[in-house]
């Protein structure tokens, strides 16, 4: 595959990359499958996968599997006797350029509103190079742990820089990741009373024309897309009611998704009483932005009230542990949402407010979080495991990802069961295997049908360049 430069990518170009899987029928056997079997996670052994180009297409006992195969001879077959096989991880929230700020100094002990101010400081200084190698580094680091679809909130476009969405999506084409990208935005500045700073905002009009050019140039809504373009103004400290509403109105002509930052701290919440008179959720749905089509990221401060709303108008979560206990925000009320029937799903959150971008981990995180406080009861392994699998799936209106099983997009993580951070728990039980222990890199990972991680590296990208680029970059212009 080529290089790709910032103006020539377009939505034929990610489709023949989207085509440019291979062509042969795989056969992964005498594996281990942990997988969601309607809502429920089951455990399959001595099992078999057969991918054809870049979907599931037969999922079965090794030993039926191999009868109906006996007749083959051009079938390419991989050894799962040492692994076991998840969906790919669905990450629902991030913000990929982040990785350039990722652990500053200044901000290691802030809670959000100081964090932005601080960081908008660094942003403004953004440009297509920078926001691309850092995503590379923050998508390299997503399918290391197994996630093979991202969405990113991509919110900063400051002025006079050529910063545009096609920084991530280069990024990702570049890696073979299945993405959603969220084509962001900021229009209040601190002199109209918002928080950014007033070079990091632009004008609506300029938003939601480059609004409609993402959408018009990359969205592809074919149930196997590797791109989709989401709508998601940044948040009610930095957006104004009347870019919200038209922004609503466009996604829905154009049939893409809503998303943004809601209900995060309790600091957003005052600002809202105090600018709006009202609270997040309350502004969000006045501004008709409640929906099957929208996703918020956070919700950490909800009234009941609130998520009985957000449950009838089946509103989703991206659900963000790590970064809720990094800022301080809160614990959000994730065993009472899944009672309710909200859709949730997970987010790791961008690499500033994290600063790690393993969503298994991050699906621990958030079980292991509901525990203090709540009983040991409160959030089970299986639940932990749905929200990163089929809750981010549901999440994304994707019905082709998240399982196992014929007719779903081969995007699947394989751990070795030889790893010492698995030894003992992987022989009781895989999935708990997998949700207890602190599980490091996914040994091999499949996105639609291509192997992007072999043998737990980078099969597209050298990682430790990237990792030295970035530490360059990071050291000459974002301490
Ligand atoms: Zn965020």
Redesign the pocket.
Known sequence: MGHLVCGELSLAALRRYAGGIMTTTQHIFDTTIVTCVDNDPVVLKNHSIILEANVITRVGPTNDVERELASRSDIERFDGSHHVVIPGLINT???LYQSLTRGLACVQNAELFDWLTELYTRWRNLSHDTVKLAAQVSIGELLLSGCTTTSD?FYIFPQNTDVRVESVLEAANSLGMRIHVCRGSMSVGQSNGGLPPDDCVQDEQEILADCARAVDSFHDADPMSMVRVDLAPCSPFSISPELLRETAVFARERGVLLHT?AA?TLDEERYCLERFGKRPIDYLAECDWLGDDVYL??CVHLSNDDIKLLAKTKTGVAH?PC?NMRLGSGVPAIPQLLREGVRVGL?V??SS?NDGGHVLAEARQAMLLQRVGGGAAVMTTADAFRIATIGGAQLLGRKTLGRIAPGFAADMAMYRTDDIALAGAVAQDPLAALMLCHVGRADRVYVNGQVVVNEGRLTMQDERKLALDLNQIVAKQFR
């Open positions: 929230h991030h913000h909130h930052h995060e990221a956070h963000c970064s987010g959150d961008g407010s």
